[in-house]
């Protein structure tokens, strides 16, 4: 019996804990009303006389440790409480900051900059809404030309001169208007097209279009230039111009990247070509030069314009266009790592 009452001696001194209960449960196995200590003293009676002396002196021992064990684990608890106090618990770890994330939009947005800055772009702004002079009149599309039906138009309430422009061109006509050439800008910017919505397409979307005007600039420094974009923005090194239309261009075309056909993705989404259409180009139309004051006999330059959303979902592999318009925080964090 001695021997046990030792080996709980042990097990009183090695017992630590964090926790309440614990503590609780502790104090009701050795010092509760139905506890150990008090079955043994309750056998004291029983022990034979000689074993008494020793058995009641490793019976206090017990005793005092586990009172004395259990008062310390008690003071500890209550010391942490008062840490805790009004201001919290002034030892645990600082929380992580939370860092946002750029929206893959501007992300995408600031690469195409940076692109085109390097040779040499600047950059463009100019208002959402606009007037029918700088969307369309400058522009080659004069009232009932039937190309203003590609870009189905959103008014301002019944006046049809004020519009949300449908593409950032309105602001290439701007820029125009206030700088003599060389011109070399692009025009970043929110669009807006009376379209239904769909994974596909958005009635609200954003552009980048180009624009450079100078002395002999010809329709190879417009491809030059692009290949140059597909190069650094997709790492791909083929391109194609395909014959188009455009009001404000002369001659106009799609640019088409060579995409490859190397996985399944490639087929579905350049629908088994290898080919993918990313923008639209041209070389400006004299008469746009004109509208905006710059003489076209001395002057020639190409423009170009293309959809941020698109790029985007290329590169980050994004099925859906509605998902830049959703503001997920699941889907938006994912673009934390890209600053
Ligand atoms: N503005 C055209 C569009 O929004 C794109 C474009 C820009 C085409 C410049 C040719 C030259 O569809």
Known sequence: MIDKIKEYIGEVEAFQTQNKEELEAFRIKFLGSKGLIKDFFAEFKNVPNEQKKEFGQVINQLKTTAEDKLKSIQELFESKEETVGIYGDLTRPAEPVKIGSRHPISLVKNQ?????????FNVSEGPEIEDDWHNFTALNLPEYHPARDMQDTFFIQT????????????????????????????????????????????????QVEGLYIDKDVSFADLKQ????????????????????????????????????????????????????????CGMVDPN??????????????????????RIAMLLHQIGDIRMFYENDVRFLEQFKSSI
């Open 288 to 309: 746009v030069l004109k509208n905006c004051g710059i003489n076209a006999d001395e002057f020639t330059g190409f423009a170009f314009g293309m959809g941020v959303e």
């Open 225 to 280: 230039t692009l290949l140059y974009f597909t190069k650094e923005m997709f790492g791909k090194s083929k391109i194609r111009l395909r014959p188009s239309y455009f009001p404000f261009t002369e001659p106009s075309a799609e640019i088409d990247i060579y995409w490859g056909l190397k996985t399944e993705t490639d087929y579905r989404i350049t629908k088994g070509t290898g080919w993918l259409e990313i923008g639209g």
């Open 112 to 120: 195409i900059i940076d692109i085109f800055s390097n040779i040499g």
């Open 159 to 206: 006046n049809p001169d004020i519009l949300l422009r449908t593409h950032t061109s309105s602001v290439q006509v701007r820029y125009m208007e206030e700088n003599k050439p060389p011109i070399r800008t692009i025009s970043p910017g929110r669009v807006f097209r009376n379209e239904a919505v769909s994974s596909r397409s958005h009635c609200i979307f954003h």
